[in-house]
């Protein structure tokens, strides 16, 4: 395993460019992320954020620059560095990334068989603790295809909690709900950081939702972080790029 460095950031990216064929995503972008950090990406639509957190989670590679997980380059980590860091993640990407022809309980069953040596008895007690953290208990014969969006989101999120990672890293968990489901689903989010003290990175669309699931807020537009700082701070900001868009403006 690697040589971690206990005074380097959760995560950090430098000088990161990023496109796609002749489209520019990122030119020069460098962010970093603390230990036990709650930090909220907002930002328009399109404007790269979900892009960037595939990229710090190695899902894709930067065209320049370097992405650093504890101090060490993810482009130089070995096969067993890369299993022990999926462990230490939870991610939960915008379609929740979960099996479509598989059960409730064996998609977060999967997940503890990979990753964990439990028994068989062991694994179904976690994976129904789980589902009941979520309020999915008694669903754990359902398959996915039969939940509706909201408790799809809560067992991505189960899953993504379900190893008690280092740092949970979520796109987006409030898309395409109605607002009572969102609201439930920022209290999970919230409770689970609470109650295991971990890394939160969360992308929104929506900044009254940052503010209330982070400590920290990040603006991404055009390329760039354009706002970074408290979330107390930034919410009473009068001005600014950040303040522009929560007013539905363009934010440069």
Request: proline share 6%; aromatic share 6%; net charge neutral.
């Amino acid at each position: 395993m690697w040589q971690m460095n206990p005074q380097a950031p959760l995560f950090e990216l430098t000088s990161i460019d990023f496109g796609y064929a002749a489209s520019p995503v990122f030119r020069g972008l460098s962010l970093t992320v603390e230990a036990g950090q709650s930090v909220c990406l907002v930002g328009p639509g399109a404007c790269g954020k979900s892009t960037l957190l595939k990229l710090a989670i190695g899902l894709l590679r930067p065209q320049s620059g370097e992405v650093y997980y504890k101090g060490r380059a993810l482009s130089h980590f070995s096969r067993a560095e890369r299993v022990q860091l999926a462990r230490e993640l939870g991610v939960c990407l915008q379609n929740s990334g979960l099996f479509d022809s598989r059960s409730c309980e064996e998609n977060l069953a999967f997940v503890l068989r990979e990753h964990t040596s439990a028994t068989p008895a062991h694994i179904k007690r976690q994976v129904r603790e789980a589902m009941e953290s979520v309020g999915l208990g008694g669903n754990e014969s359902a398959f996915v295809h039969e939940l509706s969006g909201g408790m799809k989101k809560r067992l991505g999120i189960a899953r993504a909690f379900l190893l008690r990672p280092q740092v949970v890293l979520l796109d987006d968990p409030t898309a395409g709900l109605d607002p009572i489901t969102s609201r439930q689903i920022i209290d999970l989010i919230v409770e689970f950081k609470q109650r295991l003290d971990l890394a939160l990175f969360v992308i929104t669309s929506d900044p009254p939702k940052a503010f209330e699931m982070a400590d920290r807020i990040l603006l991404l537009a055009n390329g760039e972080i354009l706002a970074d700082g408290p979330a107390q701070q930034l919410k009473e900001a009068s001005g600014g790029p950040l303040h522009r868009f929560l007013r539905g403006l363009a934010p440069t």
